[in-house]
């Protein structure tokens, strides 16, 4: 009997959160720069290895965005300023800061490798303190660490600071942020250049990684779940999805010199309708999961064998006809979670044995199994051994050599006959749901923000200018990306919770400002209802109470001295384009109530404190604040001490409306008030 030939489509699949600020131009996190440092160059790079081999790589052009940015040093990010600004002129907030930020890497792999980084990462964990040379070899080691596994092993410049390990200078930064440099401007030529060879096609994805089936109609969730609760009324923007991939197409044009044939759909999400608008759009071919396959042919009564899930499927709409893959779940998921723990050889032994067990079980009823592979092609490394090199290398050449596995681009995996799917089941590679982009309340609460923006921008556009126009659209479908909506709820959390609401709402009202409208208050307030990690600030100083009875304060006298909390976090990554109307906003305990210091000398705006939490767990209490301070008396908040409250300061204009807020995020500080100090006069 004899058996078919294989396959292989490997689909390494490329993207990060869209992390620019549209006022500032600042990227509010690192990492599209550091995984372009160590990762998107050297993916590319690799390649050139190994000419035999064939791959798709997927780059959603929000991310290529972002790398060209950072490239041509239109944009930054606090930890690059604050590791490149002088050691010794770091302030002590700054110092403190870059302290608790210069780890962020896999210990195993990227930092207990590296003596000096480690001892630094023990002194912190210590609570031991960071002197000048301690904070500039954490300058170097936490960017050293992050650069291509290549370039460690060969360019004399990072050999030289490998070497020297510790006692870096201030030459030794700036000989490193040169590598950074000519790494970030190499990225897209290098995938230029291996898609021009012919070694890989350059798939994209929808411009702002949205989710197409949501966009195109968010009742889609309800495939999944019929009892789902939903938008009412749905978010309803077809032509959204239209524009997401449209912008795609012409950005990929203008960066690669070719037009995509394919498109990774963000997070594999599907529908018949997004099936239609990416006909529309003029692709020949997507991917997602292989249980989509599998919930698709139920929809039809039908099973789904091997031999179904190992060959591309045709989806006709009344756009046209969009051929499509189904990844191997388990196969991509080896390369993504499991191989890193093993030796490379044999991890790349149990795959290509896998591939050939595939192979075998169709033997006699096919001539050829088509076997698609995709997975995220930058964050599974950092846990591999030599970064993945070793383990990809092997991989590779195993590939090229092999008579009876043939690596092909998606093009060719998805042309030739193929199978009809009458009908498309809605749905993502997670779970084949969207349950974690709209089945949580502040997933719907966010989606319900964005349609009646949408809806204004829609009622507004015959009056808009061209330029008014487009600064709201952009606005629109930045916020429309999946991100934001990854991050709300309770089913995926992270450090920078805040960060992406408070990125997402920032769209929205750059949007209502371009079209001239007020944003709505809620805008100017977190989304986000389940804890956020961090999410306490220390309790706030007793401020001594020579019976102040709600009476002035004096900041030298009460809270400078006596350290009260900033409700300011002096690590936000986010900055302002505008001068800030409120320097910063102290909080401190006097007998009598809640004592708060408003740096400010505007006279022409309204202060407002608001406070949930206290006596009163479930509402929120307000009061008027004036520029300096004074003390809020405990009735007037439903506080006492003892008891766990959240702060936050509202300034709005003479119309009433919300021009800034304390802290900038828009997301409460929680504070746990002291239980009866002592008071002295």
């Known amino acids: 009997m004899t058996q078919p030939h294989v396959r292989l489509a490997l689909l390494w699949h490329m993207h990060q959160p869209y992390y620019l600020d549209p006022e500032t131009g600042e990227s509010v996190l690192p990492w599209v720069r550091l995984h372009a440092l160590k990762d998107y160059w050297g993916m590319a790079a690799l390649f050139a290895e190994c000419p035999g081999m ?9 991310l290529v965005e972002q790398v060209e940015a950072y490239a041509h040093e239109r944009t930054w990010d606090r930890h690059l300023v604050l590791g490149m600004k002088e050691a010794g002129a770091l302030d002590s907030a700054e110092a403190a800061w870059f302290v608790q930020e210069g780890f962020h890497a896999h210990a195993p792999t990227m930092i207990e490798p590296y003596p000096r980084y480690a001892a630094l990462w023990r002194m912190r964990a210590g609570g031991q303190p960071f002197d000048t040379a301690a904070l500039r070899d954490l300058q170097v080691w936490q960017k050293l660490a992050w650069v291509d596994p290549e370039l460690l092993l060969t360019d004399a410049r990072i050999r030289r600071l490998l070497d020297k390990g510790h006692g870096f200078d201030e030459h030794d930064k700036q000989a490193l942020r040169a590598v950074e440099l000519e790494v970030l401007l190499a990225v897209v030529p290098a995938y230029r250049a291996a898609a021009e060879r012919g070694q890989i096609e350059l798939s994209t994805s929808p411009y702002f990684h949205p989710i197409l089936p949501l966009l195109c109609d968010s009742s889609a969730h309800r495939e999944a779940y019929p009892g789902a609760t939903i938008l009412e009324p749905p978010f309803r923007w077809p032509e959204d999805a239209d524009l997401q991939l449209a912008r795609a197409v012409e950005a990929h044009q203008t960066w690669f010199g070719s037009r995509p044939s394919g498109v990774w759909p963000s997070e594999g999400s599907v529908s018949q309708l997004a099936a239609a608008a990416i006909a529309r759009a003029g692709f020949s071919w997507m991917a997602s999961d292989e249980h989509i396959l599998v919930r698709s042919r139920a929809l039809s009564g039908l099973a789904t064998g091997a031999a179904e899930r190992f060959q591309p499927h045709a989806v006709r709409s009344a756009d046209g006809e969009v051929r499509m893959l189904f990844r191997d779940h388990g196969l991509s998921d080896l390369i993504g979670f499991t191989y890193q723990s093993w030796p490379a050889v044999a991890a790349v032994d149990d795959f290509v044995g896998r591939l050939r067990g595939i192979a075998a079980h169709l033997a006699g009823r096919a001539q050829t199994v088509t076997v ?37 681009p998606m093009r060719t995996a998805a042309a030739g006959s193929a199978e009809p799917l009458e009908r498309l089941f809605a749905g993502s590679w997670i779970n084949a749901d969207f349950d974690i982009w709209m089945g949580h309340r ?15 921008f829609a009622t507004l556009t015959p009056g808009l200018s061209a330029e008014r126009r487009r600064v709201a659209l952009d606005a629109i479908l930045a916020a429309e990306g999946s991100d934001w909506f990854w991050w709300y709820g309770d089913d995926h959390s992270s450090a920078h919770d805040r960060e992406f609401d408070a990125l997402f709402r920032q769209h929205l009202r750059r949007a209502y400002r371009a079209l001239g409208e007020e944003a709505p208050d809620d805008l100017h307030r977190t989304n986000i209802s389940t804890e956020v990690p961090g999410d306490d600030v220390a309790a706030p100083g007793v401020v001594p109470d020579p019976s102040l009875g709600g009476g002035g304060l004096t900041p030298g006298r009460y809270f400078s001295r006596l350290g009260a909390v900033s409700l300011e976090r002096p690590a936000g990554s986010m900055q302002r384009a505008t001068a800030k109307v409120v320097g910063s906003c102290d909080v401190g305990v006097a007998m009598a109530g809640l004592a708060v210091w408003v740096d400010t000398s505007s006279t022409d705006h309204r202060y407002v404190l608001e406070v949930t939490g206290g006596d009163d767990l479930q509402g929120l209490r307000t009061a008027e604040l004036r520029p300096g301070g004074h003390v809020v008396p405990w009735s007037a908040i439903g506080a006492r001490l003892g008891t766990r409250i959240g702060v936050r300061v509202i300034v709005r204009d003479h119309a009433g409306r919300i021009v800034e807020t304390v802290p900038a995020d828009g997301v409460e500080r929680r504070m746990l008030l002291p239980d009866g100090p002592a008071w002295t006069a």
């Open 54 to 62: 064939r791959a798709t790589v997927n780059l959603v052009p929000s």
């Open 442 to 456: 502040d997933d719907r609460r966010a989606w319900t923000q964005l349609r009646e923006l949408r809806e204004r």
């Open 372 to 408: 698609p592979v995709i997975l995220d092609g930058e964050n599974a490394w950092e846990h591999y051994p030599g970064g993945g090199r070793p383990f990809l290398r092997a991989l590779y050449q195993r590939l090229a050599e092999a008579p009876d596995i043939d690596p092909v």
